[in-house]
């Protein structure tokens, strides 16, 4: 019976932490790339506007507004 348990003791304690390290590390990765994701969106979106479509940009639209 020792020698079992010292057997599997030699084997599974280390798959165990290797599966945990490796379970670890992945969510720990998911979320960092979640967090930079977000941050790149920020960045990257930009504001866009109204979104109002303009006809006549001589009569709609105010040149002063470019210059302020």
Do not use: C, N
Not at 10 to 33: D, S, V, Y
Not at 36 to 58: A, C, F, L, R
């Amino acid at each position: 019976m020792s020698k079992f348990l010292r057997s599997l003791t030699l084997i599974a304690l280390p798959a165990l932490t290797l599966a945990l390290g490796m379970h670890l590390g992945t969510r720990f990765e998911q979320q960092k790339m979640s967090e930079e994701y977000k941050v790149m969106e920020e960045i990257m979106g930009g504001g866009t506007g109204s979104g109002t479509v303009v006809e006549d940009p001589e009569k709609e639209v105010d040149i002063t507004l470019l210059w302020s």
